[in-house]
């Protein structure tokens, strides 16, 4: 299917100048994506071509990228023919090649003074390989030819490596000691704040701080990164790390200058950099390193006998997650349950509303559970009895009156219950324990909200309308 160019968005872009966004070629819309000129959009033989280059080898036409008239991008599509009609232009190119050495080697070959051990092998790319005055059959020449040494090209040079050799030294953070300032950075590796000096092994901020000792005590200059705290020791390598970290689809951490192609890997990263706290001295970190030592000494036996564990869960098992909520310090021991808590408790947010009477619940299975109410609806079974209930855990419930289990007890008095509500209701009722509900109107306490309900319309002829505007009021 041929591709057409769009003459009234040319003219439209030449009158008005609305055309900047469009693509290049056919003057279309580049909304599905565009691809400008000096992208690089494939490799030929390791070297990298833009799109400019491969619309100049298909065309003969150059291609200016820096024009503020022209639009500079070029949506997919063109993109996607262009990069098709280059491709087929190296295939091409390479069969001439193959068949131009096929028949060169043919003409090589002279038939009427060959000598009878001359044998002929032709190589992957049809050119002629042969040996004179050989002694032996053809399998033995094969032989030869299969296990003659090879031709090996020069390396390219390898970067300098890092001395691991130097002073003894400290993590100042944490005491771990460290025979060369080179392990003390890998155990800084994950601090946003902190990196060690590779002569002295001195800890310094990143970025300014370390640049101006590395200025002022080892007459060292070093260029420092604006985005990030990394540092170099020439422009080149500056201008490098720019245009490879910070530009184009990069996405760079500007903690530590590790650098990602996806947002969502930056964004778990980011997670390293997170202030963690000792569960026992409220010490803190900022490197995950630092924490994980200070917590082998300052709380030995944390970590479980790992024998005990099954194969997937014995990783991280000496630092289990914990979070806690800063309105009241409940733990939990994953993220998402502590976002919960907060949207739920402390912010009394619930999502969920009946269609029938408008009472409003935080989950989805809360508010199915209380549309039986209206419904009527009897679902769950006891295996025992037949009994049909409300809910899986009124199943629960209802089958360990069967089979008399009460797996809650009182810490006070050994009584056992069937759930934790009845018995948090025992302890406040019988230990004094906990939390009550206050009455407004004569500071009689209750344990459970709905008898204080009971109580001030029987008690205050109250209802429930009543007891909103009043405490609008008093708000």
């Keep these: 299917m041929t591709r057409q160019i769009d003459i009234k968005a040319i003219i439209s872009h030449i009158l008005c100048g609305d055309g900047l966004d469009k693509c290049r070629i056919c003057m279309g819309s580049t909304q599905e994506g565009q691809v400008f000129l000096g992208d690089t959009v494939m490799k030929d033989g390791g070297k990298s071509v833009t799109l400019g280059e491969i619309l100049l080898s298909i065309t003969g036409l150059q291609m200016h990228f820096n024009e503020d008239v022209c639009p500079n991008g070029v ?60 002694n032996g059959d053809m399998k033995s020449y094969v032989k030869h030819f299969i296990n003659k040494p090879k031709i090996y090209h020069e390396k390219p040079e390898k970067k300098e490596r890092i001395s691991r050799n130097g002073p003894n030294c400290v993590c100042s953070d944490c005491g771990k000691e460290f025979h060369s300032p080179y392990y003390l950075n890998l155990h800084l590796k994950n601090s946003s704040l902190k990196e ?33 705290p990394l540092l170099f020791k020439n422009e080149a390598d500056a201008k490098a790390h720019i245009r490879k970290c910070h530009s184009g689809n990069a996405y760079t951490c500007i903690d530590c200058g590790s650098t990602f192609s996806k947002r969502a890997s930056l964004g778990y990263h980011s997670q390293m ?20 030592y ?6 030995p036996n944390a ?33 998402p349950q502590l976002q919960n808590h907060i949207i739920w408790i402390h912010m009394d947010k619930r999502p969920h509303q009946c269609q029938w009477c408008g009472k409003r619940f935080y989950t989805s299975a809360r508010l199915s559970e209380h549309s039986v109410v209206h419904t009527r609806e009897r679902k769950f079974a006891c295996d025992i009895c037949g009994m049909k209930l409300v809910s899986k855990m009124a199943v629960v419930y209802h089958r360990r009156r069967h089979t ?3 797996p809650y007890e009182c810490e ?13 209701d025992h302890v406040k009722r019988k230990h004094g324990k906990g939390l009550k509900l206050e009455c407004s109107f004569c500071k009689t306490a209750f344990v459970r909200n709905h008898d204080l309900q009971k109580h001030i319309k029987k008690m205050h002829w109250l209802d429930e309308s009543d007891m909103k505007s009043d405490a609008k009021i008093q708000s």
């Design 404 to 406: 008399g289990e009460k």
């Design 303 to 335: 970590k479980p006998n790992l024998k005990t564990l099954p194969r997937n869960k014995r990783s991280n098992v000496r630092d289990p997650a914990r979070f806690i909520c800063d309105y009241c310090k409940k733990v939990y021991p994953t993220r």
């Design 196 to 228: 060690a000096c590779w002569l002295c092994a001195r800890m310094f901020a990143r970025g300014g701080e370390m640049k101006s000792h590395l200025l002022h005590v080892h007459k060292i200059e070093m260029i420092v990164c604006n985005d990030c």
């Design 75 to 134: 949506c997919a599509a063109c993109t996607n023919l262009a990069i098709s009609a280059f491709q087929f232009r190296i295939l091409v190119r390479h069969s001439q090649n193959a068949w131009s050495n096929c028949f060169n080697s043919i003409n090589f070959i002279d038939g009427e003074h060959c000598p009878q051990s001359t044998y002929l092998i032709f190589n992957d790319n049809l050119t002629l390989q042969s040996i004179k005055h050989f």
């Design 412 to 424: 006070d008095c050994g009584e056992r219950f069937l759930s934790s509500s009845r018995r948090s």
């Design 273 to 292: 950099h997170a202030v963690r706290t000792c569960r026992l001295c409220d010490a803190q970190f900022a490197n995950r390193g630092c924490y994980r």
């Design 294 to 299: 200070h917590r082998s000494k300052c709380e």
